[in-house]
């Protein structure tokens, strides 16, 4: 059970990245006209009813004025119905469907047809066309179902956001008008007291109203909404946490209160990390383990280490890897091409946002016979490391850029690096 876990978790991460990466390169498609089909099908849904409407909407195709639509939304029908008939029903959460002549580049165009089975089930039926491919029900599924209030708070300032998955999203600060403990002369230090108590128990009103409003206005706040962690000095966040100053639906979810040293936005972040034993078991708290660790064994002299393409891969073939980091910003795809004459063949890793185009890639010759290369296929790289990592027993890990050291992985190591089992020399 222990091993099944975390292999479920990678298996899950590679899920999500795969999904997103689709639904961007379905977002970069365009038609020429509103002849890209969207069809969404509920898990519910007969076939054979969506067939009957889609041969329906054919014979429709025929009021369409312009013949190249016309021509375009008729064949995309077509292609679908090609591709139902292997269906007797829908896959368990459904399917969506994206079918269109998209445009390349120029006056290129192609046909093309993708099937995609969502994460969570569908729960909508639709047929659409239109010059881009509808994703929002889609995109959706890629909100984070479980969403943590932050607040930080000392008697100067106080600052509240929310934690969603991986991200950390700052919202809004308050600034207090409280007195600092010196009084000034003509006043005495009993009345001093009082206005000071009653300017801090202000100060508490107005930030307990403003966080819980935020807090409550959370879409599906009863669902979603897994609780509240606070931050601050003592006794400042314990004064706040025990006077009643939060909604009651949110002060019963105050899950724990934690020493920060900063009460501004940058607190939040230093919150989260304070309350990792709360948070145990979040994707977030994983992988700043783990980004600890290989930042660790980068400083340390002779760690076990290597970041870059190059190095990361030449570690991974001799299976000297431990845990494989890969950013979730990582786009890039992995091209092989070979010598139509001879048993030359190359390699070579391209940019690959919004999908690579394998005709507008430069082929180089080969420098045996002097011959134009052939392209002979296209992997994704995120794909094909993780590939090497699986022969070698090497774990994965898919590592968010929403928090510093995720934006490190991908910004100064190139959204590749690797911890080793042991050291080499590449």
């Known amino acids: 059970m222990g091993e099944a876990e975390p292999q479920q978790e990678m298996d899950e991460a590679r899920r999500r990245y795969e999904f997103k990466k689709t639904l961007e390169k379905l977002e970069a498609k ?34 369409i004025k312009s013949k190249q639509t016309r021509t375009n939304v008729q064949s995309a029908i077509s292609s679908i119905l090609a591709r139902l008939k292997y269906y007797k029903r829908p896959p368990q959460h459904g399917m969506a469907v994206f079918c269109g002549t998209v445009l390349l580049g120029g006056d290129r165009t192609d046909l093309e047809c993708t099937i995609i089975e969502p994460p969570e089930p569908l729960n909508l ?61 003509g006043q005495s230090s009993v009345r001093f007291q009082r206005l000071r108590l009653i ?54 979810r105050v899950i724990g209160l934690f020493d920060v040293a900063y009460t501004n936005e940058d ?58 980091l890969l950013s979730s910003h990582l786009r ?18 391209v940019t690959s946002e919004g999908g690579v185009d394998l005709k507008t890639i430069e082929i180089p010759f080969c420098p045996s016979c002097v011959t134009p290369m052939a392209i002979a296929g296209e992997t994704d790289i995120v794909e094909e490391l993780t590939q090497l990592a ?18 490190m992985l991908y910004n100064a190591f190139g959204g590749i690096a690797a911890i080793l089992r042991y050291r080499t020399g590449y």
């Open 199 to 252: 300017a801090i128990n202000e100060f508490y009103k107005k930030v307990g109203e403003r966080a819980s409003g935020t807090f409550l206005a959370e879409k599906d706040f009863f669902e979603r909404f897994k609780g509240v962690l606070i931050g601050g000095p003592s006794p400042t966040k314990e004064e706040f946490a025990s006077g009643g100053f939060l909604h009651h639906e949110v002060q019963k």
């Open 125 to 185: 039926y639709m047929y659409r066309c239109s010059s881009r491919f509808e994703l929002d029900p889609l995109r959706e599924m890629l909100t984070e179902k479980s969403v943590y209030g932050l607040l930080v708070i000392d008697r100067r300032e106080a600052y509240f956001g929310f934690l969603r998955g991986n991200r950390i999203e700052p919202v809004s600060g308050v600034t207090s008008t409280v007195p600092g403990k010196q009084r000034k002369g």
């Open 30 to 63: 365009e038609g020429m006209g509103t002849e890209l089909i969207t069809l969404y099908i509920p898990p519910d849904k007969q076939i054979y009813d969506v067939t009957n409407q889609l041969k329906d909407e054919f014979g429709q195709c025929a009021n």
């Open 267 to 324: 607190g939040l972040a230093e919150l989260v990390d304070a309350a990792q034993d709360a948070l145990k078991g979040m994707d977030i708290v994983k992988e700043k383990a783990v980004m600890n660790r290989f930042l660790q064994e980068l400083v340390r002299e002779n760690g076990n280490a290597a970041y870059g393409e190059e190095s990361v891969r030449k570690n991974l073939e001799t299976g000297a890897v431990d845990t494989l």
């Open 390 to 407: 699986d022969q070698s027993g090497s774990k994965v890990m898919i590592i968010s850029d929403d928090f510093e050291e995720g934006a």
């Open 332 to 349: 890039k795809s992995r091209i092989r091409m070979k010598c139509p004459n001879c048993t030359h063949h190359h390699e070579a890793t």
